[in-house]
């Protein structure tokens, strides 16, 4: 009797947060980043209004300020997370001297000299990627009208 | 007496089951249906009012205080200056993307000229009728209020630059409220 009682809490239990969930477990399901991704794609061309042609030589420019972008932001956001984080973006020079800026801040015997020094190092990297950010950016507009801009500053592509 | 309070020893352990089953039924369904309400809201970042940003940058630094070893008279200096900055972080790094203040044409959010204008660039290039010079207009507003919470950005971090040590300073690098 007891024991379905328990397997009668633990249903209970299930329904009373699953009747939230069901739809959003639906939703979880159907989640597919590279599909997400393509429609992601799909949408911005069709806000730029730019024709097959025009989207091949766009595309790769795009992507390549997106990447330049993912290696830029990356920081600590809490203990041993880093925002955002792709597998590339984690090997880069930013997330490598977030590593050691961390590791040497976390060691109790570190001076204050050699936390300058990983510090500078982290800055340096920032420095290079958000150029790096720049130079890609440059590339974008130079292929743009000015409502296409317009469009992907709004869409906080392009800065 | 032994068989009573076997009996009573056993009743209370099934109770405690059924009470651990409820909460375990509970908390699979909850994490199913929080990573999916996450994923409805897009992540938060979407409709971040300064309300909520400010009540989540307490939530986090409840940790930073910790991290940055500071005194009670220390904090009380530091807090306002990082509330300061989080605030514009958030405006600087989401005000150009439709992200700070709600920013959808039925529930425009607070007014943060920022947002206003991130939602008026939006508009123009969404309209038909917007001819080049207005969007080119709009596009340079939202870019000087992009500058103008930038300069305030800048002074704030100054500020709590001054207020740290190396060490404080490299935590405070890392979580990204310095440069």
């Not at chain 1, 699953?18 to 399901?29: D, K």
């Not at chain 1, 993912?70 to 956001?77: C, E």
């Not at chain 2, 203040?101 to 959010?109: H, L, M, S």
Request: aromatic residues 4%; proline residues 3%.
């Amino acid at each position: 009797m007891f024991s379905s009682k328990a397997a009668l809490m633990f249903v209970l239990g299930l329904g009373m947060a699953g009747a939230t969930s069901i739809p959003a477990m639906a939703q979880e399901e159907r989640f597919d980043p590279v599909k997400m991704r393509q429609r992601i794609e799909a949408r911005l061309k069709e806000s730029l209004g730019v024709t097959q042609e025009e989207w091949k030589v766009l595309q790769p420019k795009i992507a390549k300020l997106r990447d330049a972008q993912k290696l830029s932001q990356i920081g600590f956001v809490g203990r041993g997370s880093y925002l955002p984080s792709t597998d590339a973006a984690m090997q880069g020079p930013v997330a490598v001297a977030v590593r050691e800026l961390q590791g040497t801040v976390e060691r109790k015997d570190s001076t204050p000299e050699q936390i300058k020094v990983k510090l500078q190092a982290l800055q340096d990297a920032r420095a290079k990627a958000d150029a790096d950010v720049v130079a890609a950016e440059a590339e974008v507009k130079a292929l743009l009208n000015a409502r296409q801009e317009a469009v992907m500053v709004s869409q906080g592509l392009l800065d | 007496m032994f068989q009573a309070s076997g009996f009573e020893k056993e009743r209370e352990m099934i109770q405690h089951r059924a009470v651990l089953m409820f909460v375990l039924g509970l908390g699979m369904a909850g994490a199913l249906s929080i990573s999916a309400l996450a994923q409805q809201n897009g992540g938060g970042a979407k409709t971040d009012t300064g309300d909520e940003q400010q009540n989540r940058a307490r939530i986090i630094r409840g940790e930073l205080a910790d991290v940055l070893g500071v005194t009670q008279s220390e904090w009380q200096t530091l807090e306002p200056i990082l509330d300061k900055v989080f605030v514009l972080r958030s405006r600087n790094r989401f005000g150009g993307g439709g992200g700070v203040a709600g920013a959808t044409d039925a529930n425009p959010g607070p007014a943060i000229p920022i947002a206003e204008a991130s939602r008026d660039l939006r508009r123009a290039v969404t309209s038909k009728d917007a001819t080049v010079d207005e969007i080119k207009a709009k596009l340079q507003a939202l870019r000087d209020e992009k500058a103008k919470i930038r300069a305030e950005l800048a002074a704030a971090r100054a500020e709590l630059k001054a207020a740290v040590n190396v060490r404080q300073q490299a935590i405070l690098v890392l979580h990204q409220y310095l440069e």
